[in-house]
């Protein structure tokens, strides 16, 4: 149940078993079936979920359309950080595209957490900057490269992801329409 | 939506209603409590899980629901240990004598989550109960489960007083004790779209007079006839 989770978390921070028993006591385990929602726009993001098996995202919903923010799959996390940093009302959803089984570490048990455990210290820091090195390149990469550099930039970082979820939801990840993407991958289709 | 209410002598409690679905599983739901439970709770804004070993009896309760209320998200399974794994908050419906089976069962998935205690641990000749006077059912299973946030409710409610929980006028208190403040405004929401007043009562350990309460009100219906549609009203100010 929390296999991966610690494998996650040791290749970055070693822990003995001692460490691993303190915190599994603070984590939640929870299943989600497949268009279940984790979290709803409005509400305050109460947990940081890493998935151990399935697939997430997590979007928001402008004048009817929706746009997907981020993709999870198995050794992710994923969540409203924004929301759950502050407080503050989330600004998007976060749904289960194929049923989920996830860990989830509440705000308060992240809290205490911080406290007891300076390794989980660590390895949120190192999450939370990788989380923010994703952001950045993102958004540089929406702004400065062209459409299909974008995509096979994509499907190059994120493989499995490619293989797992449907193309229009990639589209909407990358911010084009579906017939777009479509044109793209026959264009890169033909050239190989 | 902001809802808020005064408990007794506690401070106000505001209850922000959450817009994504909180799944509750409830085991032991053919049972009286656990079936009058699951029908009150099919009106909020919840995703129902009913558990219990008797599948045709649990989906009985299921179809009564969904005739009531097509809308209602509610469905049978058959394990305590997925249902638990799915849901946010778990309601042990079961006796007393059955809750350390229960409990062993759902021990991991149940981890960090709200595990609400109804149960009362009353003797077989109903003039006192099994548990020693320094602990409560609600106590005992939190010894089981040591991760979750055991808050001891709906044990002062006889199963009728769901469909009728205002009686001769008046709404029936509904006492909610335990030690995390997040768990017991959660608990609270139930026991107000349940239909009762929640009356925030203390820590876990307020839970011995609680059951010691329902002792007393079990006792009082077989002396005066209440047809098990009697329960606490704290008159106050």
Redesign the interface.
């Known amino acids: 149940?929390y296999d991966l989770f610690f494998q996650k978390f040791q290749e970055k921070v070693p822990l003995s078993n001692e460490e691993q028993e303190q915190i599994?006591?603070?984590?939640?385990?929870?299943?989600?079936?497949k268009r279940q929602?984790?979290?709803?726009?409005?509400?305050?993001c109460k947990a940081i979920a890493f998935v151990e098996k399935g697939t997430l995202r997590e979007y928001s919903v402008e004048s009817g359309s929706e746009h997907i923010i981020q993709f999870a799959i198995e050794g992710w996390t994923i969540s409203d950080l924004f929301s759950f940093l502050t407080g503050e009302p989330a600004t998007y959803h976060i749904e289960a595209i194929e049923e989920a089984e996830l860990i989830?570490i509440?705000k308060?048990?992240h809290e205490e957490l911080l406290k007891v455990q300076p390794k989980y210290e660590t390895y949120m820091r190192l999450l939370i900057t990788g989380a923010y090195i994703a952001l950045q390149r993102r958004h540089t990469s929406n702004i400065s490269l062209p459409v299909e550099e974008r995509y096979r930039n994509f499907t190059e970082m994120y493989p499995d992801i490619v293989q797992r979820v449907p193309q229009h939801m990639i589209a909407s990840y990358l911010g084009l329409t579906p017939e777009t993407l479509s044109r793209i991958r026959k264009k890169m289709a033909n050239r190989e | 939506m902001h809802r808020a209410w005064s408990v007794g002598n506690f401070a106000l409690l505001e209850i922000k209603i959450m817009k994504t679905m909180q799944t509750i599983a409830i085991i032991g739901a053919s049972g009286n409590m656990g079936s009058a439970i699951s029908k009150s709770l099919s009106k909020g804004n919840y995703r129902l899980l009913l558990c219990a070993r008797e599948q045709d009896k649990v989906q009985a309760v299921v179809e009564e629901i969904r005739s009531s209320n097509p809308a209602a998200a509610v469905e049978a399974i058959d394990c305590s240990v997925e249902a638990s794994w799915e849901a946010d908050i778990i309601i042990v419906a079961v006796p007393y004598e059955a809750e350390k089976e229960v409990a062993q069962k759902i021990r991991e998935v149940s981890n960090q989550k709200i595990v609400i205690s109804i149960s009362n641990p009353l003797n077989s000749s109903y003039n006192g109960l099994v548990t020693a006077p320094d602990t409560s059912a609600a106590e005992e299973l939190q010894k089981s489960l040591p991760n979750a946030k055991v808050v001891k409710a709906f044990n002062t409610t006889f199963a009728a007083d769901f469909s009728t929980p205002v009686i001769d006028g008046r709404q029936a208190d509904a006492f909610v004790a335990g030690n995390e403040e997040d768990a017991l405004r959660t608990v609270s929401e139930l026991v107000s779209t349940a239909g009762f007043n929640p009356l925030l009562a203390g820590d876990l350990s307020v839970s011995r007079t609680l059951e010691n309460m329902q002792l007393l009100l079990i006792q009082l219906n077989m002396k005066y006839n209440y047809n098990w549609l009697a329960g606490w009203k704290i008159l106050h100010q």
């Open positions: 149940m599994k006591a603070y984590l939640t385990p929870k299943k989600l079936r929602y984790l979290l709803q726009k409005g509400d305050v989830l509440s308060s048990a």
